[in-house]
């Protein structure tokens, strides 16, 4: 099992901000001062009662603002239960990507964390961090795998109604990208998450933008979820979903486009595995040697059996590998 940080921006879609029309992005005509938020932007509101909603699996979360002599009262509610009650006011020179809310140590499971501009002041949104367990073996420093949108794991539908980016196609991942305006046009991205670890957990990402709209994504069958990918300002690059600790088998996303004339765009996504987790198994004897269908002690060596273990066995696997993968382990003393 190992640690799986992500950070989002104030504009991500992930975050719910409501009411409607209560929440605005920063601007560096208004405010100079955006420059020294997270990502040189951030998301605030002056009304009393506005709130941010953020859900998440995984054990931990924070949330950034800044506290400045214009900021004022604000509560936070984790799983429904009042959290914290605190102050976002400095008397005082501003004090920038500050921590306004953050909790640790909790179950590997859904969360959900909502900030409420309880006083007669204003309140902002910077960047949000969470982390997750993910996976069940040890963990080895890798990349991610980087799928773009030009992969036979996504789907377009239906025919015709998704086009490459006319604007700003520099700015998406390989200069490739899929943009639609039809509503009900989604896509699908099939993947598989198996013992082999191909796949701990998955990111997709879009754009977001003025002239962007909602959609929603159903993970396997479930209950869609609502999105809104309408902001103030264009961005690329962005995250649109998140899910990890899926079950093993196949699994689909589906991103579908809610509003008419309005923008989805699909830029890629991301597979996160753990290298080191694979099914082995061995067996460690001092006076005798071992064998299974699985493994056999090949030799013995200081008194200790060592194993080669065939870990694949299925014949698609072996010849993607050419054969059998041999691991060699010393025995427990």
């Given amino acids: 099992m190992y640690t799986l940080n992500t950070t989002i921006d104030d504009s991500s879609p992930l975050i719910l901000y409501s009411p409607e029309g209560s929440w605005e992005q920063g601007n560096v005509e208004k405010d100079p ?3 020294r938020y997270w990502g040189k932007s951030y998301t605030h509101t002056f009304q009393e009662g506005a709130e941010a909603w953020f859900g998440f699996e995984g054990t931990g979360v924070t ?8 900021r004022g009262e604000y ?6 239960q009042l959290v914290e009650t605190s102050s976002a006011f400095v008397d005082g020179p501003g004090e920038y990507h500050s921590v306004l809310y953050n909790v640790t140590g909790l179950d590997q499971t859904r969360h959900s964390v909502l900030m409420r501009n309880s006083g007669n002041l204003s309140l902002d949104i910077d960047c949000i961090y969470w982390t997750a367990k993910v996976g069940d073996g040890s963990y080895k420093e890798s990349p991610p795998q980087l799928l773009d949108d030009t992969r036979s794991a996504f789907t377009w539908s239906p025919q015709g109604a998704w086009t490459a980016p006319t604007n700003d196609l520099v700015k998406f991942m390989n200069a490739t990208g ?4 039809h509503a009900g046009a989604f896509v699908n991205y099939t993947f598989t998450v198996s013992n082999l670890s191909l796949c701990d957990a998955v990111s997709v990402y879009g ?4 002239q962007n709209s ?5 993970l396997d069958g479930n209950e869609p979820q609502n999105f809104p990918a309408v902001r103030q300002t264009y961005d690329a690059q962005v995250l649109l979903f998140h899910a990890n600790n899926l079950d093993s088998g196949e699994h689909s996303v589906i ?11 699909i830029d890629y996504a991301l597979v996160f595995s753990d290298q080191a987790r694979c099914e082995l198994l061995f067996f460690k004897s001092r006076s005798m040697a071992y064998e299974h269908h699985q493994h056999k002690c090949s030799f013995i060596y200081d008194h200790h059996p060592y194993c080669v273990f065939n870990v694949y066995s299925h014949w698609q696997e072996r010849r993607r590998l050419g054969g059998y993968v041999g ?3 010393p025995g427990f003393r």
Avoid: C, M, W
Avoid at 255 to 265: F, G, T, Y
């Fill in 255 to 265: 991103v579908k486009n809610e509003d008419p004339d309005r923008l989805l765009q």
């Fill in 327 to 329: 691991f060699l382990f």
């Fill in 63 to 70: 949330i950034f603002g800044a506290r400045r002599n214009f």
């Fill in 178 to 181: 899929h943009s639609t305006t």
């Fill in 75 to 80: 509560t936070v509610r984790l799983d429904g």
């Fill in 214 to 218: 909602r959609y929603t994504v159903q």
């Fill in 207 to 210: 754009t977001i933008g003025p």
């Fill in 33 to 35: 001062e955006v420059e």
